[in-house]
């Protein structure tokens, strides 16, 4: 099928449909922001000093929850196309939707829990952005704040594992299977 053909059927058949604009924005922005907490993140548990990043992975985080929660409301008011395997029910469409749901609870949990352990370790108030700053919601008991962010570091080496499935699945529906999957994300 030459390029012009595959336009075509582009153009003509619903599957090849791509993402709301609304959804790939949201989606690239968050990947952007996902990439820098996680690295961040994996930096500051490693005991590595990381001077501003500190606020800014926290911040970072806090938006990503709220960034969550709009593309949700974007889901729902702009479904996703219709993928070429439509219908093709087994394990990997199963797979596709236990990561999808794990990767949004997981980013929802995430950063209030490293909020939670932040204000228990004693932080009273963490630096948001525009000068603005998160209520505190845990009153100081390092001990706690310690164990939480022990579990909050764990919890994000498995948010960043889901991330490396969510990209390596798609770079095989690109790449391998050859269903223009990330094209699909990038154009409408």
Same mark, same amino acid.
């Given at each position: 099928m030459?390029?012009?053909?595959?336009?075509?059927?582009?153009?003509?058949n619903?599957?090849?449909?791509?993402?709301?604009?609304?959804m790939?924005?949201?989606?690239?922005?968050?990947?952007?922001?996902?990439?820098?907490?996680?690295?961040?993140?994996?930096?500051m548990?490693?005991?590595?000093?990381?001077?501003?990043?500190?606020?800014?992975?926290?911040?970072?985080?806090?938006l990503?929850?709220?960034?969550?929660?709009?593309?949700?409301i974007?889901?729902?008011?702009?479904?996703?196309?219709?993928?070429?395997?439509?219908?093709?029910?087994? =394990?990997?469409?199963?797979?596709?939707?236990? /990561?999808?749901?794990?990767?949004? @609870? #997981? +980013?929802?949990i %995430?950063?209030?829990?490293?909020?939670?352990a932040?204000?228990?370790?004693?932080?009273?108030?963490?630096?948001?952005?525009?000068?603005?700053?998160?209520?505190?919601i845990?009153?100081?008991?390092?001990?706690?704040?310690?164990?939480?962010l022990?579990?909050?570091?764990? =919890?994000?080496?498995?948010?960043?594992?889901? /991330?490396?499935?969510?990209?390596? @699945? #798609? +770079?095989?529906? %690109?790449?391998?299977?050859?269903?223009?999957?990330?094209?699909?994300?990038?154009?409408?």
């Amino acid at each position: 099928m030459s390029v012009a053909d595959n336009q075509t059927t582009d153009a003509v058949n619903p599957t090849m449909r791509g993402y709301s604009l609304q959804m790939r924005t949201i989606h690239w922005i968050m990947a952007g922001m996902m990439l820098y907490v996680i690295v961040v993140g994996i930096l500051m548990g490693n005991g590595f000093k990381v001077g501003k990043h500190y606020d800014y992975h926290r911040a970072t985080g806090f938006l990503l929850m709220l960034m969550v929660v709009v593309r949700i409301i974007i889901a729902k008011m702009s479904p996703p196309p219709v993928p070429k395997h439509v219908g093709k029910k087994g =394990l990997q469409q199963t797979a596709s939707i236990t /990561v999808h749901r794990l990767l949004y @609870a #997981a +980013l929802l949990i %995430q950063p209030f829990l490293g909020w939670y352990a932040t204000n228990a370790w004693g932080v009273k108030k963490i630096p948001f952005f525009f000068g603005m700053s998160l209520p505190r919601i845990a009153e100081k008991n390092r001990e706690l704040g310690n164990m939480l962010l022990e579990v909050h570091y764990w =919890l994000g080496l498995v948010v960043a594992a889901l /991330v490396f499935i969510h990209i390596a @699945a #798609a +770079l095989t529906h %690109q790449f391998i299977w050859k269903d223009n999957l990330i094209k699909r994300m990038i154009k409408t």
